[in-house]
């Protein structure tokens, strides 16, 4: 039971964030708009940028970052071209940091020799499942927070989840122009909104 409760915290502290200022975070409806090519390398499905840069596999833990998302795995390298991709839903998701097994040796050490527990760092992420007609295999753009404390980790804003993107893609709410109207976008067969569900 003890294990269990302390499981959820980390997604009861993310929760509640995203509970207190909803407006702050992205949400179903949306409009994802890719500026230019992003390409996920052979043998992986998935792709980093950080910063406004595309980094490949890997990010910096410091710092807010987004990954693109295709559906299959291939041996050869998939592009995901310049698209504008509805946002079908979005939600919060807790992904436990893990460490090298010195690092993990090292923190023990240093926790024991302050009267601590070890370390359970996490990072909050945010996840938006994408929908195109031209790119269905493109399902899902995740974006992260900082690495953290449970009680002092969060799920990146809006804000920071555009400067984690920089001029690679651009979030647009519902009321921005070029895009689909409030109504039309909640009768698209992808989604069901109500009025609650818009910014």
Not at 31 to 57: F, N, S, W
């Amino acid at each position: 039971m003890w294990v269990f409760t302390f499981a959820l915290l980390p997604l009861l502290y993310a929760c509640q964030h995203w509970q207190q200022q909803p407006y702050r975070y992205p949400k179903k409806g949306m409009t994802l708009i890719l500026h230019e090519p992003v390409t996920v390398q052979a043998d992986t499905t998935g792709v980093y940028i950080q910063d406004g840069k595309i980094t490949g596999g890997a990010h910096s833990r410091r710092n807010p970052y987004c990954e693109f998302r295709v559906r299959k795995l291939k041996e050869s390298p998939q592009t995901i071209q310049p698209d504008r991709f509805l946002i079908k839903r979005a939600g919060t998701n807790t992904r436990l940091v893990s460490y090298s097994p010195v690092q993990l040796a090292t923190l023990y050490i240093q926790a024991s020799s302050s009267g601590g527990d070890a370390p359970s760092d996490v990072i909050y992420t945010i996840e938006m499942k994408l929908y195109s007609a031209h790119q269905p295999d493109v399902i899902l753009l995740e974006c992260g927070g900082a690495e953290d404390h449970p009680a002092e980790a969060y799920a990146p804003t809006l804000e920071e989840i555009q400067v984690a993107l920089g001029n690679i893609a651009t979030l647009e709410p519902w009321s921005s122009p070029g895009k689909m109207d409030s109504i039309e976008s909640c009768n698209h067969p992808l989604i069901n909104c109500s009025s609650s569900d818009l910014i």
